[in-house]
């Protein structure tokens, strides 16, 4: 069975510091990808980023890093000098090959930036 | 610019009600999904359609069904909505090869059951 596990249900972190999401995922399957969405509270879930198991470097884009440790499962996202905005819902998903490649989530962690 | 469009963004329905959300999506997807979302559970699964006409059940099917005549047409059906169902909903839709691409998602509409 595929499960995404988030053990931050809220986090706080002051403006322009660095802050680590933290998720892990258990599957069978060799290949696989990894995601994270940012959710703002208007709703809409933004791609932020995105991991093959098989990528020798870890992903980045722009201020979002993933922190990708496969002999651990674990896919913690990295927000550097965070800004007002960052402040959302965060969900890791996984996506395996099998079935479809269906997309599984996480419960998601909240994240709110202090001025 | 692709696009995922919800129906609705807010919907206030009485218990009983048949309850109707619809999803288009303009990119040609083969996969379409509808999540639930609720407060600590995250994004659940309720069905996803991997072609037209064809569905397979999510992790929590019970008490809704769907329906996909048309490659971009991805509908959720209440068949008899509950005040358990209030909830946000969340359309979604994929390429269906490979596992590199992600979903792209709608809007959401939430749902209240009176």
Redesign the interface.
């Known amino acids: 069975a595929q499960k995404?596990t988030?053990t931050q249900?809220g986090m706080f972190v002051q403006e322009k510091e660095a802050v680590t999401l933290d998720c892990t995922y258990d599957t069978s399957d060799q290949?696989?990808?990894l995601?994270w969405?940012k959710q703002p509270s208007?709703?809409?879930?933004i791609?932020l980023i995105?991991q093959?198991s098989y990528d020798e470097q870890n992903a980045t884009e722009g201020r979002y890093s993933l922190n990708f440790q496969k002999a651990r499962k674990s896919a913690n996202l990295v927000i550097s000098a965070s800004q007002l905005g960052d402040s959302a819902m965060y969900?890791c998903?996984m996506?395996?090959?099998s079935n479809?490649?269906?997309?599984?989530?996480?419960?998601?962690t909240k994240l709110n930036v202090k001025p | 610019d692709v696009k995922v469009t919800q129906s609705s963004r807010y919907l206030v329905k009485r218990t009983g009600e048949k309850v109707f959300l619809e999803c288009v999506q303009d990119m040609d997807h083969e996969n379409m999904f509808w999540y639930r979302q609720d407060p600590g559970l995250g994004l659940r699964l309720i069905y996803f359609s991997y072609d037209v006409k064809m569905k397979e059940k999510g992790d929590i099917p019970e008490g809704y069904s769907v329906s996909r005549e048309k490659k971009e047409r991805f509908s959720l059906i209440l068949e008899s909505a509950s005040t358990n169902q209030t909830s946000m909903y969340l359309c979604a839709s994929s390429l269906q090869q490979g596992s590199s691409t992600e979903a792209f998602f709608g809007q959401g509409t939430r749902l209240t059951v009176v």
């Open positions: 995404i988030q249900p290949s696989y990808g995601f969405y208007s709703g809409e879930m791609f995105y093959g969900f998903a996506r395996p090959p479809f490649n269906k997309f599984y989530f996480g419960s998601g």
